[in-house]
């Protein structure tokens, strides 16, 4: 088992773990406040459908690259570590931005579906709340198992997403009760920090393979080599702790200029923004509504 990837993918199903049993604790316990227990089953239902095809589609699509020739599969590894780099970005900034009023929005669709007595209305908006971040999690780890297949590593990450996912649930069903279990606001701040680091070294993977079947031909030469001093593979506790920051953060003791140019530029440019002091959004007003349960 690899420690470094067994944490990537820990780190993966945590955040997004949380991230969806968050959302399902708040319909649970606006249901459950506003007299609808017997709507539950819609929920679940919804929500067990999105998981399902999540899993599915990642699946599918590490099916798929396996069974690739070469260089097919080198493309398809190195475009599949961009795509996932594109949507953890995407997804942490689209967190940051919109999670005042995720709340709101939510208990705002329950009413309507209660409204119009939609059973499967409700299951629809558990199953297009959970999907979205059921997708984001298997394109993310879609990436991280691609960049640990290289060192025989898939199943530490896939692992260590399942012991995150587990854990998530845990802390749904203290949201779900109403149990401050975690700042939130902290949680998802440096999560997010630590995935901009994974996502930066799946970007400098995705170079490397580029630079490798001669997709690109500038920045190809060695940036510096010390690994004499912190080499990436072979024994030793140096060894050790190299390979642990490569399985982490893409680390590499003999970079290629655009692999570290790529890494570097995408490290400082979204740390920047990400971690920026802004001013909230203004919540929508909702009727009733109560402060998310754990925030």
Do not use: C, K
Request: charged share 10%.
């Amino acid at each position: 088992m690899d420690f470094g990837f067994l944490t990537t993918g820990l780190l993966t199903g945590l955040r997004e773990g949380v991230e969806a049993a968050l959302i399902v604790s708040i319909i649970l316990a606006y249901l459950g406040r506003s007299g609808h227990r017997d709507s539950f089953g819609p929920i679940w239902i919804g929500t067990a459908a999105a998981v399902v095809l999540s899993a599915s589609i990642g699946a599918l699509l590490f099916t798929t690259i396996r069974e690739l020739p070469s260089p097919g599969e080198q493309i398809f590894e190195g475009l599949s570590m961009v795509l996932a780099a594109v949507v953890v970005t995407w997804m942490l900034f689209w967190m940051r931005r919109t999670s005042a009023n995720i709340r709101g929005e939510l208990q705002a669709g329950i009413d309507r579906a209660l409204t119009g007595g939609s059973v499967w209305g409700l299951a629809m908006l558990a199953f297009v709340a959970v999907i979205r971040e059921g997708i984001e999690t298997s394109l993310f780890l879609l990436g991280q198992v691609t960049a640990a297949a290289a060192q025989d590593s898939s199943s530490s990450t896939l692992v260590g997403a399942l012991i995150g996912i587990l854990v998530a649930v845990g802390l749904g069903f203290g949201f779900y009760r109403g149990a401050r279990v975690l700042n939130l606001q902290r949680f998802f701040r440096w999560t997010g920090v630590a995935l901009v680091f994974i996502a930066a070294g799946l970007l400098g993977r995705a170079v490397h393979e580029f630079i490798e079947i001669g997709w690109i031909g500038v920045g190809t030469g060695t940036a510096f080599d010390i690994s004499s001093v912190l080499p990436d593979s072979g024994n030793g506790i140096l060894a050790g702790i190299g390979q642990l920051l490569r399985a982490l953060f893409g680390y590499t003791s003999t970079p290629e200029w655009a692999t570290l140019a790529i890494w570097l530029g995408y490290l400082v440019a979204v740390l920047g923004l990400y971690t920026r002091p802004t001013r909230p959004p203004q919540p929508r007003p909702f009727a009733g509504s109560q402060p998310v349960p754990g925030a």
